[in-house]
């Protein structure tokens, strides 16, 4: 039950900034008046260095290390690329 539990959470939390990714990548876009292709390949590259430090925080509370580490970022960052 406490496993379920904590992965509800960090899925919550997942879910809370990919929705801070968007609107934070978004409002820098407007910053720098990007329109367009430019704007179009400035929030591709934000969005997935967002969803790789996503990645990374969850792989750090999960306290993953070595092969494990390397096999969730790998599933991470594929599922992140997928949204």
């Known amino acids: 039950m406490k496993k379920i539990v904590i992965v509800a959470v960090l899925g919550m939390f997942a879910v809370d900034l ?5 609107s934070s990548c978004d409002a820098k876009a407007v910053e720098k008046k990007l ?3 430019a704007k179009n390949s ?5 969005n ?9 925080i969850q792989a750090t509370e999960k ?3 070595g092969a494990a580490k390397n096999s969730f970022l ?3 960052e594929k599922d992140a690329a997928v949204k």
């Open 35 to 37: 329109a367009g292709a």
């Open 74 to 76: 790998k599933k991470c």
């Open 63 to 65: 306290k993953l290390v």
């Open 42 to 46: 400035f929030l591709k590259k934000c």
């Open 18 to 22: 990919t929705f801070a990714a968007d």
């Open 48 to 56: 997935k260095d967002l969803a790789l430090t996503a990645c990374g």
